[in-house]
């Protein structure tokens, strides 16, 4: 017993460590009727938005590997 114990502590610490270091970035557009734009372009918006959010998330350091 005293080892399912310990082993729930170490679990409620592990996830409380994650949910806090847990970040994410999202971007969202919106179409309007008198400006339809296609999927794709709704889509980019958007995209360049996470992209945005992100480096702003990170402080603006990038890897090699972002956009």
Known sequence: MLVY???R???KIYHNNLLRDLKFSFGYSFNKRDNE???D???GLADDCM???KAQNK???RRKDDR
Do not use: C, G, M, V
């Open 51 to 53: 992209y945005a959010d």
């Open 9 to 11: 502590k170490r679990n």
């Open 41 to 43: 372009e709704l889509i």
């Open 5 to 7: 114990i310990k082993q």
């Open 59 to 61: 402080k603006y350091r």
């Open 37 to 39: 734009k296609t999927i």
